[in-house]
């Protein structure tokens, strides 16, 4: 299956995985962010804006789509149970906050990322899910403590 100028799939599970984040702002808009590294501050949101994007957006692949119906399928799986466990996640760690729940919450993100970058074979995105995974973990263990 090839995709046109838009992932559908792509564009679903970045709406789906905002969802969530936008509750958390919401319900938590005084809260601040401990990490003082402003460097990996810099890197996580460079890498979550350009994963985002990339997740429906094709730029710089010349065939954007699965190799076989597996990898489809494979795809739609992974990603399934992925975000079901990300919204399962989330929506305990809004009832008791844990720092093992936020590890979790940041690594799923970056799991979802990588996953569909690898299988659409979209390697810009599998580069920036790399760099958001560093600095989105790195970011959630230094405001952990």
Do not use: D
Not at 54 to 80: D, I, R, T
Not at 114 to 136: K, Q, T
Request: aromatic share 14%; proline share 2%; glycine share 6%.
């Amino acid at each position: 299956m090839r995709f046109g100028w838009i992932n559908i799939f792509g564009a679903c599970i970045v709406v789906i995985m905002l969802i969530p984040n936008i509750i958390y702002s919401i319900r938590n808009k005084n809260e601040q962010n401990l990490c003082t590294n402003r460097f990996m501050n810099v890197l996580e949101q460079v890498g979550r804006y350009a994963c985002i994007i990339l997740m429906w957006l094709p730029l710089l692949v010349w065939k954007f789509g699965f190799a076989s119906v597996f990898e489809m399928a494979l795809y739609l799986l992974c990603n399934g149970v992925l975000i079901t466990a990300y919204i399962v996640i989330f929506i305990i760690y809004l009832r008791r906050k844990s720092h093992a729940l936020a590890l979790i919450l940041a690594v799923l993100p970056s799991c979802i990322f990588l996953l569909s970058g690898l299988l659409l074979r979209h390697w810009l995105l599998v580069g920036f899910a790399v760099v958001f995974a560093i600095g989105h973990i790195y970011v959630t263990v230094k405001n952990m403590q």
